[in-house]
């Protein structure tokens, strides 16, 4: 059976050599390789609005995947990053009921979508770690705590862009949330919910 490696999100930032996508950064759990996995703008989204707890007007199409497995009584087991190919990650869902289990083939950014929706752990075959992932030493570990007391927005999923935000009135603010889940603009909601959550 293949050696997995637990894995967590560590960060989530726009990608500045593909316009329209996202580098989404996983690390051990248990050690310092770092994993970068380049996934597109909905699918960061998805991920964004989950851990930040945001609930959209409307179901996406991740929230519609965790409803029809409630339904039928599904559980992800874990999601596990499968392999790599010329630099493509391949993933696959681990689904089980109380009659049987199936594995299903995914994109890893569709499967990790899916895994924050279930609390679902994530692995990686550590073939595919050994390939792919960054060893992250002592040394960097230093010189990203500088980074974040220079700024605290660069390990956040989302940045938090503030300043604007705190002129506005609590109605005002919440009318702004309103508009911006109506707009599916879940950024902005997060740092309006953010500024809001601050003065409750």
Known sequence: MEKLVELEILGLSSNHSQSGSFTLVMGEVVGS???????????????AIEIEKIIPNRPMTHDLFRSFADSFKFEIGKIVISDMKEGVFYAKIHCKSSSTEVEIDSRPSDAIAIAV?????IFCAEKVMSEAAIEFTEEDKKQESKKEDKSSNSSKVI???????KDFSLDKLNQLLDKAINNEDYEKAARIRDEINKRN
């Open 117 to 121: 929706r279930f609390s679902a752990p």
């Open 159 to 165: 940045p938090k862009k503030e300043g604007a935000l």
């Open 33 to 47: 390789r770092r994993l970068p996995i380049v996934i597109g703008m909905f699918e960061a989204q998805a991920i």
